[in-house]
């Protein structure tokens, strides 16, 4: 009896050893902010005894991972949420009270997916406003790379069925009530689109947005035959939404040129990271260099004369 205690201990201990831990990062990651709310979160108060959230096999079959929080549970969790939820002007400062996070593999002979554990508290002073243990489920394949993605969107969903709690006269609006993106952001905001006079005067383009910050983009672009360059001023910190694009356009590669001031937007099709959207922009091109061949084209103007600038296509 004693050896085979030995064993097994020896056999735990191997199993142990051959284990690897996953780090699991919020930073690029954010929860899309209310469109009206009353409250920030002056305090993120973490009280999870370990910055173990749970044990994997999502990347392998065989091979179980320790999911753990890179920076840890409290700094992790503290980026997210003041990202998400600045402070504004004539906000009341909530506290956080976080007491569990964790993530769960579902399986069954009919279908697999991940549980995320969300139990938190939210308090005014020392009074409980909102207690609750939230458990969203989501169903398919997942990797542990997904992880982030899931713990924020289950963040989400706490804090906005706080917002909701009826006869919270914290959170009464006297015009209309709380309202939410239903999209939630995570990962990069940076966008590649394709289509007509994307890339410059284009008949066909590609252009990428790389996302400074929440309100500015910086973007590049390239077709047949043109290209173009520019700055794009986003009305909200989402990847989708309404922007103004001034950018600079090239037409046959010196035969038209011009500097252009545009509206446009993006919608995606449906409510994921990174999806699949309607990409348009449209407004006037002032244009400074135009080929005689182009001049024809245009009723033998001289430049410079301002023009219509259209673009359509896709994005993600």
Same mark, same amino acid.
């Given at each position: 009896?004693?050896?085979?205690? &030995?064993?097994?201990?020896?056999?735990?201990? #191997? /199993?142990?050893?051959?284990?690897?831990?996953?780090?699991?990062?919020?930073?690029?990651?954010?929860?899309?902010?209310?469109?009206?709310?009353?409250?920030?979160?002056?305090?993120? /108060?973490?009280?999870?005894?370990?910055?173990? +959230?749970?044990?994997?096999?999502?990347?392998?079959?065989?091979?179980?991972? +320790?999911?753990?929080?890179?920076?840890?549970?409290?700094? %992790?969790?503290?980026?997210?949420?003041?990202?998400?939820?600045?402070?504004?002007?004539? /906000?009341?400062? #909530?506290?956080?009270?976080?007491?569990?996070?964790?993530?769960? %593999?579902?399986?069954?002979?009919?279908?697999?997916?991940? &549980?995320?554990?969300?139990?938190?508290?939210?308090?005014? *002073?020392?009074?409980?406003?909102?207690?609750?243990?939230?458990?969203?489920?989501? &169903?398919?394949?997942?990797?542990?790379?997904?992880?982030?993605?899931? +713990?924020?969107?289950?963040?989400? %969903?706490?804090?906005?069925?706080?917002?909701?709690?009826?006869?919270?006269?914290?959170?009464?609006?006297?015009?209309?009530?709380?309202?939410?993106?239903?999209?939630? %952001?995570?990962?990069?905001?940076? @966008? &590649?689109?394709?289509?007509?006079?994307?890339?410059?005067?284009?008949?066909?383009?590609?252009?990428?947005?790389?996302? $400074?910050?929440?309100? +500015?983009?910086?973007? $590049?672009?390239?077709?047949?035959?043109?290209?173009?360059?520019? @700055?794009?001023?986003?009305?909200?910190?989402?990847?989708?939404?309404?922007?103004?694009?001034?950018?600079?356009?090239?037409?046959?590669?010196?035969?038209? @040129?011009?500097?252009?001031?545009?509206?446009?937007?993006?919608?995606?099709?449906?409510?994921?990271?990174?999806?699949? *959207?309607?990409?348009?922009?449209?407004?006037?091109?002032?244009?400074?260099?135009?080929?005689?061949?182009?001049?024809?084209?245009?009723? *033998?103007?001289?430049?410079?004369?301002?023009?219509?600038?259209?673009?359509?296509?896709?994005?993600?």
């Amino acid at each position: 009896m004693k050896n085979f205690t &030995t064993l097994m201990f020896l056999f735990c201990s #191997l /199993q142990l050893a051959a284990q690897e831990s996953v780090n699991i990062s919020l930073a690029d990651y954010r929860i899309n902010d209310f469109e009206s709310r009353n409250f920030y979160f002056d305090q993120i /108060q973490v009280n999870t005894s370990t910055d173990v +959230i749970g044990y994997s096999k999502l990347d392998s079959k065989t091979k179980i991972s +320790i999911l753990k929080f890179e920076l840890g549970a409290q700094p %992790e969790l503290e980026s997210l949420i003041e990202k998400s939820f600045p402070k504004k002007e004539e /906000q009341i400062g #909530l506290r956080l009270s976080v007491e569990e996070v964790t993530v769960a %593999e579902k399986t069954n002979l009919s279908k697999s997916g991940v &549980t995320v554990t969300f139990h938190a508290q939210i308090y005014l *002073g020392d009074t409980i406003l909102y207690s609750n243990k939230l458990e969203k489920t989501f &169903t398919g394949d997942f990797y542990n790379s997904d992880c982030p993605q899931l +713990i924020a969107t289950t963040i989400k %969903e706490f804090i906005y069925d706080f917002a909701m709690v009826p006869d919270q006269p914290l959170l009464k609006q006297e015009t209309k009530p709380v309202e939410v993106d239903d999209t939630y %952001e995570v990962g990069s905001r940076n @966008v &590649t689109a394709v289509g007509y006079q994307i890339g410059g005067f284009s008949l066909i383009g590609i252009n990428y947005e790389f996302r $400074a910050s929440d309100n +500015i983009g910086i973007h $590049a672009g390239v077709g047949y035959r043109g290209f173009t360059a520019g @700055v794009k001023i986003h009305w909200r910190p989402t990847k989708d939404g309404g922007f103004i694009n001034i950018n600079y356009k090239d037409g046959g590669f010196g035969e038209i @040129v011009g500097w252009a001031v545009e509206y446009g937007s993006r919608r995606a099709f449906r409510k994921s990271k990174g999806s699949f *959207g309607f990409h348009y922009q449209v407004g006037l091109v002032l244009i400074t260099e135009l080929s005689p061949e182009f001049r024809k084209a245009f009723g *033998g103007v001289e430049p410079p004369f301002p023009s219509i600038s259209l673009g359509l296509g896709f994005s993600w």
